[in-house]
């Protein structure tokens, strides 16, 4: 379909798509706010509670592998439609559990429902968009997306403090049940281009499957990117996510509701990094690495407040680096860009898929890991020591220093 992206369909179709990824970006990060909930309701210490937390990531990292060939064959309407249903079923299941078990499959079924969403957006952009629009698209919708993150700090905390947390994830499921049922009808009847306009697919069979596998992961740079892209967004979410909540509630002493506004600031950063270094990258710079590397080494020392050196309370300071992390994390959007830029075009689907999913093994792992330092730490009261949380953060901001030197010896182009 060839047309303005001002027109109504077009406009139509990038709404549910946004709508849908904004959905995906709550369910990924909510469990910081309700954190104190699930562990009165369920039972659940550090250890599990980010198990619970990285559940999400376990489902939506492995279900990238057959994404990306999924979406070529089948379509992003089903795809996307059938799997919103599969979320939605997971959020009812998780807000309705009672155990830890029954919580976690829930989880994992949020996890593999939203694990199209992202992929599956890029993929309709290039089939039903003007291919000259697709970066506009992919910063954009980023930014749309980190209002569910938004969403996930104080509105979240506000809506469990009033109708409880598992009143909000079924309003969450039902809407998740409905922007499925609008994808399908939406992508419903329209003609796929040429495979020749296609920027992700063109003369795909030029490039055997077999063939493909060898040139990306024979790369070292798709090594050296995927490398930033575990530890940039592991790193992350796994703060934004679950332990920046409970280390300003039970260290800080802030309220949840006060948690919820600091915490907002990360949301913020992220919604203004991505399009920011975007067009720093394209219209200033004219370099995918170069600002990259400038941001995520910028992303690196935001974190390093956080490691215990300083003592820092005040809601503003804490505030102001939130900011910071989420700002610079967002520059690091550009390595799908960087990524795409490398290899040949007919595989620059499977390329960024693939480092799609080092993003969300980096929540996958991370979150529970993070746990597992925190309950090594005997529990002082109702809650871990401060240095329990400052040795997790100090190695966030280690792994994270340690993958930026190793990306910044990655080559520019092909």
Known sequence: MKGPIQSFRLFLIFSVLSALFLLSQFYRVSNAVIAPN???????????????GGAFFYSFALLQIPMGPMLDRIGPRLIMAFSSWIGAFGAFLFASGTSFQTALLGRILIGAGMSSMLMGAFKTFTLRFPQEQFATLVGIISSVGTIGNILAA???????STIGWRNTFLIAGGMTVLLGFLIFWILKGEKIEEEETLPFSEKESEIGIFQSFRIIFGSLAFWQIGAVAFFRYGIFVSLQGLWLGPYLIYIKGFSPVEAGHT?????????????????LSDRIFRSRKGVTLIGLGLYSISIFPLVGIFNINHPIWLGLIFFFIGFFCGFGMLIYSHAKDLFPTSISGMVMTYVNFFTMAGGAIFMPFLGKVIESFPRTGSSYPEEAY????LICFIGMTVSVIFYAFSKKEK
């Not at 104080?154 to 469990?160: E, G, K, Q, R």
């Not at 400052?390 to 953060?393: D, I, R």
């Open 38 to 52: 699930l562990v009165r309701d369920l039972g659940l210490n550090a250890e599990t509670l980010g198990i619970l």
């Open 154 to 160: 104080s509105p979240l905390a506000y809506l469990t």
């Open 263 to 279: 915490l907002i600031m990360l949301a913020i950063g992220m919604t203004l990094g991505g399009p920011i270094g975007g067009h």
């Open 390 to 393: 400052h040795l997790a953060f």
